[in-house]
């Protein structure tokens, strides 16, 4: 028999007019002072997957790490070969082929840690199965956009949401496929 299915969920911050990060990919103006969620979050995933300038930015900000030890990285690449490389696996070929044998196997829920692009192609696909918004008290203006057109109209249900006292608004939806 088998359990129940490993979810996709896109966990991000972003600004309030809908950036994750500034057009050079900075993301200074994120808050970083409390965990907002963040180690919960980490306990029910085990996979998380990005493209490579995600990974890139990654390393910038933490070179050598990864997102903590229980959580294997993989990366989406057009430009590197497929392989092991720094604990994180760069893979190549159809996201939907990939996400449905890493949901054969037996595991926690599985991190769409972005970016744009990517979450673009996982969307297409209705691969997505949540949606974790951290929104940021923030208008940067200009940016990398939360979800880049053209993107698929998509239904999503609110299942919760959190408000903390920096005025950081956390969402939780479902999409309904």
């Given at each position: 028999?088998?359990?129940?299915?490993?979810?996709?969920k896109?966990?991000?911050?972003?600004?309030?007019?809908?950036?994750?990060?500034?057009?050079?990919?900075?993301?200074?103006?994120?808050?970083?002072?409390?965990?907002?969620?963040?180690?919960?979050?980490?306990?029910?995933?085990?996979?998380?997957?990005?493209?490579?300038?995600?990974?890139?930015?990654?390393?910038?900000?933490?070179?050598?790490?990864?997102?903590?030890?229980?959580?294997?990285?993989?990366?989406?690449?057009?430009?590197?070969?497929?392989?092991?490389?720094?604990?994180?696996?760069?893979?190549?070929?159809?996201?939907?082929?990939?996400?449905?044998?890493?949901?054969?196997?037996?595991?926690?829920?599985?991190?769409?840690?972005?970016?744009?692009?990517?979450?673009?192609?996982?969307?297409?696909q209705?691969?997505?199965?949540?949606?974790?918004?951290?929104?940021?008290?923030?208008?940067?203006?200009?940016?990398?956009?939360?979800?880049?057109?053209?993107?698929?109209?998509?239904?999503?249900?609110l299942?919760?949401?959190?408000?903390?006292?920096?005025?950081?608004?956390?969402?939780?939806?479902?999409?309904?496929?």
């Amino acid at each position: 028999m088998l359990g129940i299915m490993r979810r996709l969920k896109y966990y991000v911050a972003c600004s309030l007019d809908g950036y994750i990060s500034r057009r050079d990919g900075s993301v200074d103006w994120l808050f970083t002072d409390q965990d907002y969620g963040m180690a919960e979050f980490f306990r029910g995933v085990d996979i998380a997957v990005m493209g490579r300038r995600t990974w890139e930015k990654v390393q910038e900000l933490a070179p050598g790490r990864g997102f903590g030890p229980g959580i294997t990285n993989f990366v989406f690449s057009r430009t590197r070969p497929p392989g092991v490389y720094q604990d994180t696996t760069f893979v190549a070929g159809d996201i939907g082929e990939w996400l449905w044998s890493i949901r054969q196997q037996p595991g926690r829920d599985i991190w769409l840690v972005g970016g744009g692009e990517m979450v673009r192609s996982f969307l297409q696909q209705r691969l997505v199965d949540e949606v974790i918004l951290s929104v940021h008290p923030r208008l940067l203006g200009q940016g990398v956009p939360l979800f880049p057109e053209p993107y698929p109209e998509a239904e999503l249900e609110l299942s919760g949401c959190k408000q903390f006292p920096t005025g950081l608004v956390q969402m939780f939806y479902r999409v309904r496929h």
